[in-house]
């Protein structure tokens, strides 16, 4: 609430055919990137698996303006630095302030034709999602800072 770190958690984030299919699909220099965007998973039921897509994920949902925890704005435009050994990062965070209260189960990444920012858009792909270790509970005004990474 006053700045001070509540928590830090790492996971791994399992990469969805769909998402996989697609970055494939870049590599034929057909498509146009757009995105990525990165979301917040709330209520979590059986976890992210590799065959979930954007539309149909019937483990988790999506937090933020139908389903808590809220938080204002909308999904977060990664910005990713430059690739090194089969590595990419983020090279700043996604921000995410609450407006609701709740558990924040994990986050997701969303891309290519169709997909934007707005909380709840099922277009696009699923590249990846995952959960954190624990489920974090947040309350309105917590600030959440998310980093991606992906390695092949």
Do not use: C, K, M
């Amino acid at each position: 609430e006053d700045g001070n770190l509540l928590w830090t958690d790492g996971f791994d984030n399992v990469v969805t055919y769909a998402g996989q299919n697609q970055l494939l699909l870049q590599l034929t220099g057909n498509t146009t990137v757009v995105g990525p965007f990165l979301g917040l998973i709330g209520n979590n039921t059986s976890g992210p698996v590799v065959g979930d897509t954007i539309v149909s994920h019937a483990g988790w949902v999506e937090a933020g303006s139908a389903n808590s925890p809220t938080y204002s704005g909308t999904r977060a435009t990664l910005a990713l630095g430059a690739p090194s050994n089969g590595n990419i990062a983020t090279s700043s965070t996604g921000n995410f302030t609450f407006t609701g209260s709740g558990n924040v189960t994990g986050a997701f990444v969303a891309f290519a034709t169709g997909a934007t920012s707005a909380i709840g858009n099922t277009s696009g792909v699923l590249l990846s999602a995952g959960n954190f270790t624990t489920a974090q509970p947040v309350i309105s005004t917590n600030v959440l800072s998310v980093s991606y990474s992906l390695a092949l």
